[in-house]
């Protein structure tokens, strides 16, 4: 609903411009999610080490994939699912790491893609509220 009555309030020239961007932006979600499960049950010798850091490199993998899914998708019920689906994937992601040859599993890589999800999810709420002027800051 929230996302109708944006594009409801929008100039005719606007609202095309805006489906556009909101249909990329869900396409790389869908993207960044295909990406982290491809590299999740790639045999580790095979896998790229970007950061060094196996919690720090699950923790931006899984923000980018929260920050893409809370731009394409703006109703409150699809940011939880969203959320909810990703810390699910992280989770059974690295289940089926158990089995696969030169990976390992920990909670700590769970923890640490659940978290950057989270905090993706709500790094662009808090963006998008702040865009829409509903968010107010005090200083007093």
């Not at 869908?30 to 990406?35: I, K």
Request: charged fraction near 15%; hydrophobic fraction near 50%; proline fraction near 4%.
């Amino acid at each position: 609903m929230q996302g109708r009555t944006l594009l409801g309030s929008l100039p005719e020239e606007r609202r095309d411009s805006v489906a556009k961007l909101v249909m990329l932006t869900r396409k790389g979600a869908g993207l960044a999610v295909l990406t982290i499960v491809v590299l999740s049950v790639m045999p580790g010798r095979m896998r790229p080490h970007i950061l060094g850091n196996d919690y720090y490199e699950h923790f931006v993998a899984y923000f980018v994939a929260g920050s893409l899914l809370a731009m394409g998708y703006w109703r409150p019920i699809q940011l939880l699912s969203s959320g909810i689906l990703l810390a699910i994937c992280a989770g059974s992601l690295e289940f089926v790491q158990l089995w696969i040859p030169g990976r390992t599993s920990s909670v700590g890589g769970f923890a640490s893609a659940s978290a950057g999800a989270w905090i993706g999810l709500l790094v662009m709420v808090v963006i998008r509220r702040a865009h829409e002027r509903k968010f107010v800051v005090s200083y007093k």
